[in-house]
């Protein structure tokens, strides 16, 4: 990422403020979904 653009990107700290970061894995147990939904639930 050394040639990547790092100024002017005031709108990506916006939607990353603005964003849910949601685990997302073939993996994931049955129990770690349910831990994930009633987080969301309960906010």
């Known amino acids: 990422?050394?040639?990547?653009?790092?100024?002017?990107?005031?709108?990506?700290?916006?939607?990353?403020?603005?964003?849910i970061m949601l685990p997302c894995s073939v993996n994931l147990t049955d129990e770690e979904i349910n831990s994930v939904l009633m987080r969301l639930k309960n906010g």
């Open 1 to 19: 990422y050394r040639n990547c653009q790092t100024y002017k990107i005031e709108k990506a700290y916006c939607m990353y403020d603005n964003t």
